[in-house]
């Protein structure tokens, strides 16, 4: 079955630390992945996406096939990157994780 | 361009009784997708129109339904309410042409089923 998964609900850092937020996806065919993000009382919005191998806000992700996984990472977290992340997985139609709440403490 | 929008923000019904969400695409989208949004499940794909036509559908029961306008505009109706469809219900458009699928959200309908 065609699926998105974001296995943490939650994940806490300090500022100024790594951050890799998980993604794998469960699709046989080639996938169009994306990264959208949700600030406190805004929208959801994209940070990126898979094809345009951008780096976003300083965020970046790479598309692993071998272990179907599309993770995002910032070598270094800042406060305002505390949001709600979701990655999203076009397979024809479109498919989204459960989110996974990004806390950056001070 | 104007965004995606959405109306009403804010709605309040009772069990048993219908609502109809609207959704404005961005100009020149013509792809109109509807999720619903929960504390418990995240975000749900409902389904995606495109050119008048239902090209995708999430696995919802029938009571909900959608249609798009010959302007891309979009409709999305629960009927029989019950307490579990008070959710935050997102729509969002795409272009949907030359690779460009990259969806655009509105600011969402709040629905709470008393």
């Known amino acids: 079955a065609q699926r998105v998964t974001q296995p943490e609900k939650l994940l806490s850092v300090f500022k100024g630390a790594p951050v890799e937020l998980k993604c794998n996806y469960s699709y046989s065919g080639s996938p169009e992945l994306f990264w959208y993000v949700q600030y406190s009382r805004q929208r959801l919005q994209l940070l990126l996406r898979h094809i345009s191998r951008e780096s976003i806000k300083g965020f970046t992700a790479d598309l692993n096939k071998g272990e179907t996984s599309f993770h995002l990472k910032k070598p270094f977290a800042q406060e305002e990157d505390s949001a709600m992340y979701y990655c999203?997985?076009?397979?024809?139609?479109?498919?989204f994780g459960s989110g996974t709440k990004l806390n950056v403490k001070p | 361009k104007a965004g995606v929008t959405q109306t009403p923000r804010y709605l309040i019904k009772t069990r048993g009784q219908q609502v109809t969400l609207s959704c404005s695409p961005i100009s020149g989208h013509r792809s109109v997708s509807w999720y619903q949004q929960t504390p418990g499940q995240g975000l749900q794909f409902l389904f995606e129109y495109f050119s008048e036509t239902q090209r995708n559908k999430g696995n919802f029961p029938g009571r909900f339904s959608g249609r798009q306008f010959s302007n891309s505009r979009s409709e999305m109706n629960v009927s029989t309410l019950e307490l579990g469809d008070s959710a935050l219900y997102l729509c969002?458009?795409?272009?949907?042409?030359?690779?460009?699928?990259?969806?655009?959200f509105g600011p969402g309908t709040r629905l709470t089923v008393l």
């Open positions: 999203d997985g076009n397979f024809n139609k479109f498919y």
């Open positions: 969002a458009s795409s272009l949907m042409k030359g690779g460009e699928d990259t969806q655009y």
